[in-house]
């Protein structure tokens, strides 16, 4: 049994991953966070590293890729979320989620497209937070990183960045969505 005065380690999940978010994780109590979605070898990968003796705080996962980054800097699909899927809930999950994925995608892209023409920068950033969930769940790390400028650029109410990145979410949708479902059948 561990010492019963060692400070049990509180690991905070967070779907964001927007400047300042570690420092309020930090200043709450918590050792350490993990950001969503996450890979079961991430969960691993931090679990045991607090649960071994002496061990220190870091202030990220090492393999947390920078959403942030512009998107010609990342392949629309990385392929290991969706290996881990299939290893996790079988090819039949899988193709359920894409189809459910494809089917509901021109929804959020609409809904975003509108809240982000009549400048509603509140609803933007939850609609595009909760985009960049979605896509995430499947590696869709194009994607993802333009969803995460928009929510970054409509909590910082820059008008001219949100213009730009939904101009480039239309054919990065199409080119997730086709990358994704020919990645599933190939899986088949």
């Known amino acids: 049994m561990p010492d019963a005065k060692a400070r049990v380690p509180i690991i905070a999940m967070t779907a964001s991953v ?6 309020r994780c930090r200043e709450a109590g918590m050792s350490d966070y993990i950001s ?3 890979g079961v070898g991430n969960l691993r990968e931090i679990l045991s590293r607090w649960s071994e003796r002496g061990a220190s705080p870091v202030s990220a ?3 947390e890729p920078d959403m942030r980054a512009h998107s010609g800097d ?6 290991s979320h969706l290996d881990e899927m299939l ?3 079988g090819i039949e999950g899988v193709a359920d989620m ?13 809904a975003l497209l509108s809240l982000a023409a009549h400048a509603d920068m509140q609803a933007l950033s939850g609609a595009a937070h909760s985009f960049a969930g979605a896509a995430a769940a499947f590696g ?3 994607l993802v990183a333009i969803a995460r400028a928009i929510e970054e650029a409509s909590f910082a109410g820059d008008a001219a960045r949100i213009g730009e990145l939904v101009g480039r979410l239309p054919a990065a949708v199409d080119r997730a969505v086709t990358t994704l479902a ?5 899986a088949a």
């Open 140 to 142: 869709l790390s194009e």
């Open 18 to 23: 927007l400047d300042g978010i570690i420092e």
């Open 87 to 89: 290893d996790h809930i």
């Open 36 to 38: 969503k979605p996450f």
């Open 74 to 79: 990342m392949p629309v699909l990385d392929r």
């Open 98 to 110: 894409v189809t459910d994925f494809a089917a509901k995608t021109p929804e959020r892209l609409s």
């Open 61 to 63: 996962l090492a393999a």
């Open 182 to 186: 020919h990645a599933a059948r190939q």
